[in-house]
């Protein structure tokens, strides 16, 4: 029963470089950074200026209407990468049972729009300006409700909120659960929207380059340069599935997700793993074959103390086999936010079912101490025998998962 | 072989207890914590009671310093937290903390705070102080739980606000079975804020008076706040520490109604559903259940499916077994309802005593089942549900049971 195999049998994407697998493909192989000028809410009294965001899209292509009305914009944006993860993924939900489904999100702070249009309302208007439809939707959980009524799916229904590891968590349990024999199929990954509250908070925490003022403004993975993060948005939803079951309908499979890595680091509430043993320790545990891992997407993003210590957990981890590695750093195009993870694992999936490593861009001078193969530039083509994801929260949860071509 | 997961610890603030000893008291003897609310200006609101948490001193815990960094939320969470590791005797022993894990449920978290700067910002009157934007994420106060104790486990935080907390027991109990952890604290922390409070009110879910589950005259919740952590730790572990085993989390469900963002599906057949999913899943069967601690909010809607729910799993039984709300009385607490009703669920099979639902005075011929009205009753329990329902439909329900060695 423990052997139960999970796979990757389809793939949802709604990112900065785009809606769908085979445009995000397109572009995140040739490094085209989402990373622009601000135009969804006003900037201009800010020190930042960039974010990674979506384009204009016209949710009545992936929504019913009627269950559209209800939605905020985070929820239209998931539903919709839950839409071109079923059709991706060939699944005929007719013939599924609909107990044996189940979703699992990840959100850090999904629903940040809605909550604050409701407290503003509260504030100009008191109790009578709290609008109980937008209160409704402001809850995190309304996004994973969304999905299930919109699909009719009953089986396990959980929504994770970490910081940088809420959708790295949201596979991780799916993956188990799936090992466990509690469901066939759970559509599994997260997202999050760039909101102006949100805008706000990460800049008067001193997240946002240029940190303290100085420099360009920019996501620089592990360079000498780098001075802090840029916002994205997006969603990634992965079909997991087990592997019985993906057989049995005969559905493509992009890759198997093999093992599962958690732990957590002690720092401080906003601090990364300073030392990178946390990292280290949750990739130890998800790949019982490092000798095998050829490609990690690196949670490396732009901030000085988690590039390093990643860089130094992979160095501990694989030795002398860590240069041999190929390393992407994918918020270079797509930009940090809480739900990244989902669009990231979903372009690890593509990575091992086309052979191609997509590349880490913006990054000019290395930062001495970051001295391992971070793909810059330009995309690789490699056979990829397994891969790691991973993911790593200020506050320090670190999330580390295992995928390997099947 | 899945791993046997027992309770070693308990920890809870809520609106009738600071400590384990007074809540459990209180709820047996059927207290109140309604009152007025203090924590924000309840002054424009026609209805301006809540469950809210009184003799409880910051400065009894925690320095000046800490005291203007941390949310509400944060210190509830922290002072539960530090009852649940003490009763679990971890300030004694050595343990390994790389395998020792945070995982917490969150409702509104430290929305407390993040009400307070905006309110603030957006009126112009002065420059709030960024910290108080530490509590924007819900993740706070599970990291501030890890980072203090040095625990190094997994660690994550859920999210589905009114069953976040017994859904963080499920996953903390998962983080055992993948032996990635002897040990985990879970629960919940939750603080009362404006934005949930008028949330509530705005969908016309909350009573004016009091919180009457089952009761025909009930109008919807009283909102709560409070923490209830609870120390999971997988048996053998626990045995050779020699630590107290309060009782066993024999297994959970988590299902979704898949119905509608606000109501619960009517028929309750997603009441069922969970209830049979975490019956299935700890191996036990309808028959051996002694009583349930319900969701039991007191909105019209709920308390009519989660009885219809019931009565469709154990069908002429559901009739003699003996379901506590305890949301009576220390309220709807939300992010932390969960972890604070599992404590109770634990303390019943612990001490033999099912907790009441008080205010019921007038049935309602569509709750027809024995909610244990107004006074709680001796029986020996074995086996005990918990149930957790939220918005959308996200359902959780544990099973624990009483530990018998060798079982």
Known sequence: MMNRRIVITGLGIISSIGVGKEEFWENCLQGISGIKPIRRFDVSSYRSQLGAQLPEIDFKAFIKPANLRRMDRIGKIVVSAVKLALDDSGLDLKNEDSNRMGISIGTGLGSSDTVDQFFRSLLKDGPTGAAPLLFQTAVPNAIASHCSIEYGIKGVNLTFSHKETSTEMALAFAYHLLKEGRADVILAGGGDELSEPLYHVYSMLGALSPRGGKGLEGMRPFDQERNGIVLGEGSGILVLETLEHAKKRGARIYAEVAGIGLSGSTDGLLRYDLKGDSIAKAMSLATSEPQTVDHISAAANSTIDLDRAETLAIKKVFRERAREISISGLKSM?????????????????????????????????????????TLHQMKKREIRSALLNGCSNGGSNISLWFRRY | MRKRVVVTGLGVVSAVGNDIPEFWNSIVEGKDGTKEITVFDSSPYRIKIAAEVSHFHPEDHFSKKEIRRLSRCDQFGLVAFREAWRSARLDQDVIDKERAGVVLGAGSGGILSVEKYFRDFYQGKKKPSPSLLLSYSLATTTDLIAIGAGLKGPRTTTATVCSSSSASLGVAYEMIQMGLADLMVSGGSDSLCEVSFSGFSSLKLVDPESCKPFDKRRQGLVIGEGAGILILEELEHALKRNAPIHSELLGYGICADAYHLTSPEPNGEGVERVIRAALDHAGISPEEVDTINAHGTATPFNDIAETRGIKRVFGERAKEIPISGIKSMVGHCLGSAGGIEAAATVLTLENGVIPPTIHYEVPDPLCDLNYTPNRSIRRDVKVALSNSFAFGGNNVCLVFGKYLNGK
């Open chain 1, 334 to 374: 797509i930009g940090e936010f809480d739900g990244s993870g989902g669009i990231r694992a979903c372009g690890v999936a593509l990575s091992i079912y086309h052979g191609m490593i997509p590349p880490t861009v913006g990054t000019e001078n290395l930062d001495p101490e970051c001295d391992l193969d971070y």
